[in-house]
């Protein structure tokens, strides 16, 4: 049995400690926002917050995350400006990569709250998003931005 | 915090989060609907169509026939209804129809969203389906009020008779007016008087997706659901030498190691025990059928069918005297290797086959096809199999293929469990099938004047009917031939966009195993590469701009021409631009879509291309869902963009070498351009051509004209490199 903590919960997971951070999230928690894409840390689909900084949960086993606290896709509360930015802009197409997407938005705002163009585009830059919202979630992101600083966050 | 569906509540999946309770079922009178809570009764209300109904408790719910993977039909669809029944968008429930007569597209008589067909196809009955609503909640009004039924007038899901100062909501009116008759030519409404065709509601499926609670195929789950993962052969035609099943089934978890024509599917309680599973069964492979075939081989094979007679597709006037004739002759040729799909959602499915019956679950674009070979596959008869089409992480043509779910079926029928069949990113790349490559060879004439006079247009390719089972009669296939060869008649209405006198296209077809399937626009977006690449070159030879030079081309087709000419006009066409930089524009018609892009170039030093600003004009005819539509283009241009300068699947030893994303490269964020799209206003009542697969079309070569306006170079393959 291995102890975590995901959005706020200790959970007991029955699982070899080499099991991937993302396979147990979404088969023994059924918290299935945080998505497969590539197995392999190249697309961001499965990016998640460990101790509030974006990591792609395929490449992390189980067994690393010790104490540290997990966030997923659906613990980042609804009325987080990045996910009311994500439906104001309606930036969304398939939506497959998005909660990756915006789990590393997420964690890019925390840390930086006005972050310059270069610095967007940078941080996001190894995402893969397939139906090209690219465009889009640069809107959303600019909104998250002004959203979080009318909420004084 | 575990979420586990009954079967029953999984049938309404990702719908129930919004608070929808029914189910729905198909039945020979057509489609019945019951709340899930008490499937005995049906839900009584006005349901004058498959496709609506309107409930006593005042809510109106839609079905949608087809596959929502990201172009926004989940809301599409339910305005085009509620406009014309003048329901209140509040009161609109959005629900997945299953598979069904009544849900087979009116344009490609099957369901199945491809071809961007879904609103060109479904607009006006749907509209018919809401005004016959309209007139019977109307009439019921009249009937209960002992009104006339011209005083009374239906506004936002209520019926006013003004005189009386009385009104009544659709839900008080549902009941009385299901037992009248259902209009069979109901009064349309003016296109001035629409509500939310033309104009901007914020998409239904969007706050599911943003809370991380959308249900994809990948994400079903069901009590005592099992996974399975396959060991897929690396060559085409390779059998499996050896395996070791013991190995395998000793792994924790693992329960059935599978055989299925696609490979040997490993069974297991998870997707981690699975995958181990997979590894220690140590599958080994003979060499395939082709084992010499590899990227080059492949090119070359193409390339030398060029040389090959090949069979006619289309002759107009005599290209071959005219070319004699011509004052300037000019012959070139073009390559255009294979992609991948690359979906973000790997190709997945789960089933669950019973005695008595199969139920499916997962992404499908096509429900007709997959309840067909459901029933072939499972053994039983065709109503016994329920699709249940989950949401779509894209879809690009490759979900429209059978193959994922005859996997899903013959591992649920070994384990007599709900099993679901799961990709790796590498099974997806690997054992897609791709969009086909093609070579191209064109030889075209001017006269004294410059005028185009002949064009004598040969393409060597694999054929896509043949990997749907059919034989190419006479050597043609008409999916290769779109965008060259096809007429507005037909239900892919992708006609070549240029009236020239003397014309010909010949078709190769390559034998070679690699296997191919429509992706996004099919060979549309190869085709235009060809063709508006040689117009450019062409114009060059003319020296005429190429817009003036298309033009001159297009001669009286009015439509065309007001899109080149917006686009020159919106997109700095011919304004100056620094040292290093271009501008090149290209056109193409399919789906019935009129769309032109203008593409703004700069070359480094390096030979790098890094595009900045993409124009785009087009006509679709009128936009019912402007916003949408405008995504449909932005996400159209980025995806070209990235095929145009990056995609090239590799092979090696008869089969796929490319892995994952970090040898088949897709573009980033940084490298996406910004995207300016000029929707052409046109007549209420003009025909809707397609929109989901016309953007990728002239992208490609547009961005090649901007990088031989830039540097003098022409690129004629993809993708490009300098």
């Known amino acids: 049995m291995i102890s975590i903590n995901v959005n706020g919960k200790d959970h007991r997971v029955d699982v070899p400690p080499d099991t991937s951070l993302l396979w147990v999230i979404r088969d023994e928690l059924k918290l299935t926002g945080t998505k497969f894409g590539c197995g392999v840390g190249e697309c961001g689909s499965c990016t998640v917050h460990i101790d509030g900084k974006a990591k792609r949960s395929c490449t992390v086993s189980v067994g690393e995350v010790g104490s540290a606290k997990i966030t997923t896709i659906e613990g980042l509360s609804e009325d987080h400006p990045v996910k009311k930015a994500w439906i104001e802009e309606q930036v969304v197409q398939c939506g497959y990569c998005q909660p990756g997407i915006m789990m590393e938005t997420a964690s890019l705002l925390a840390e930086s709250p006005k972050p310059d163009a270069d610095k967007i585009i940078g941080s996001l830059d190894d995402m893969i998003c397939r139906c090209g919202t690219h465009p889009r979630i640069k809107k959303g992101i600019r909104k998250a931005i002004k959203i979080m600083a009318k909420e004084g966050r | 915090m575990t979420t586990s569906f009954s079967r029953r509540e999984f049938l309404i999946g990702s719908l129930a989060a919004s608070g929808l ?60 209804v509620a406009d014309e029944l003048e329901a209140d968008w509040a009161k609109i429930e959005v629900l997945q129809a299953p598979a069904g007569d009544a849900f087979k597209s009116p344009i490609l008589k099957t369901q199945l969203t491809v071809g961007s067909a879904s609103i060109r196809g479904w607009y006006m009955p749907l509209r018919k389906a809401g005004a016959a609503g309209r007139a019977m909640l109307i009439e019921a009004a009249a009937k209960k009020l002992n009104v006339p039924a011209s005083e009374c007038v239906a506004e936002k899901g209520i019926v006013r008779h ?75 035609g390779a059998k499996a030498e050896s395996f070791d099943e013991k190995a395998a089934t000793a792994v924790d978890g693992v329960i059935k190691v599978v055989q299925t024509p696609f490979g040997i599917a490993v069974c297991a ?79 997945n499915f789960t089933a669950y086959v019973q005695k008595d019956r199969c139920d499916l679950w997962g992404p499908t674009q096509a429900q007709t096809l997959t309840q067909g070979v459901a029933a072939q596959v499972s053994g039983l008869p065709l109503e ?34 709900p099993v679901k069949v799961l990709w790796s990113r590498e099974e997806d790349i690997r054992h897609d099938f791709f969009r086909a490559p093609m070579a191209h060879q064109i030889k075209a004439g001017l006269d004294d004047k410059g005028n185009l006079i002949a064009w004598a247009h040969k393409t060597a390719t694999i054929s896509i009917l043949k990997g749907f089972g ?29 009236g020239i006198p003397n014309f010909s296209v ?112 087009v006509d679709c005819g009128p936009a019912v869902n402007p916003d949408a539509l405008k995504a449909q283009i932005e996400g159209a241009v980025i995806m070209a963009l990235s095929t145009a300068l990056f995609e090239e699947v590799q092979f090696a030893k008869g089969g796929v070498s490319s892995e994952n994303f970090g040898d088949y490269r897709i573009i980033r964020m940084s490298e996406v351009p910004e995207i300016n799209v000029h929707i052409i206003k046109t007549d209420a009542d003009a025909p809707l051509g397609g929109i989901g697969e016309p953007g990728v079309t002239p992208l490609a070569p547009a961005v090649a004209n901007a990088v031989f306006n830039a540097t003098g170079k022409r690129l004629r393959r993809m993708p490009l490199k300098l």
Request: proline residues 8%; contains cysteine; positive net charge.
């Open chain 2, 21 to 80: 309770t029914i189910i729905a079922t198909v039945t020979p009178a057509g489609v019945k609907l019951a709340n899930a809570s008490d499937t005995k009764g049906e839900i009584s209300g006005l349901q004058p169509t498959a496709y609506f109904v309107v409930t006593p408790d005042d809510v109106v719910k839609v079905m949608v026939p087809s596959s929502e993977m990201g172009q926004g039909i989940r809301t599409t669809l339910p305005m085009i």
């Open chain 2, 162 to 236: 003004e005189k009386s100062k009385k009104s009544l909501t659709y839900g008080q009116l549902a009941t009385e007016a299901a037992k009248l008759p259902v209009p069979q030519d109901p009064p349309l409404k003016k296109a001035s008087d629409f509500r939310y065709i033309g104009g901007f509601v914020p998409r239904v499926d969007i706050p599911e997706k943003v809370s991380g609670k959308a249900v994809f195929g990948y994400d079903v789950d069901l009590p005592s659901l099992h996974y399975a993962v396959l060991a897929r052969p690396p060559a085409y």
């Open chain 2, 269 to 347: 309680k998870s997707t981690a025990a699975a995958l181990k599973g997979r590894e220690a069964l140590n599958a080994k492979w003979g060499p395939g059928s082709h084992p010499d075939l590899d990227t080059a081989s492949l090119e070359k094979d193409l390339r030398d069918g060029l040389n090959k007679p090949g069979a006619n597709a289309l002759t107009k006037g005599e290209p071959k005297k005219a070319l004699e004739k011509a004052k300037k002759v000019l012959e070139a040729s073009y390559y255009i290797p294979c992609v991948a799909h690359a979906t973000m959602e790997p190709m």
């Open chain 2, 384 to 417: 016994k199999v329920f699709v249940n089409t989950t949401l779509l992480g894209c879809g690009l043509g490759r979900r429209a293929r059978p193959d994922f779910v005859i996997e899903a079926i013959i591992a649920s029928k070994a384990l007599g469990k």
């Open chain 2, 470 to 498: 059919e034989t190419p009669k006479d050597g043609i296939d008409g999916f290769a031939l779109l965008g060259l060869v096809d007429s507005d008649d037909s239900p892919t209405r992708s006609p070549f966009a240029y």
């Open chain 2, 506 to 617: 010949d078709l190769v077809l390559s034998d070679l195993p690699v296997p191919v399937t429509p992706w996004r626009s099919v060979q549309n977006a190869p085709n235009a590469f060809a063709t508006e690449s040689f117009m450019d070159e062409l114009a060059h030879l003319a020296k005429k701009d190429p817009v003036e030079f298309r033009l001159s081309v297009l001669k009286d087709n009015k439509r065309v021409t007001r899109v080149l000419e917006t686009l020159a006009k919106n997109s700095n066409w011919g304004k100056p631009l620094p040292n290093g930089s271009g501008r090149g524009i290209a056109h193409h018609y399919c789906f019935g879509t009129s769309i032109a892009e203008v593409a703004e170039v700069f070359v480094e030093k390096d030979g790098t291309v890094k595009v900045h600003r993409v124009d785009v004009a």
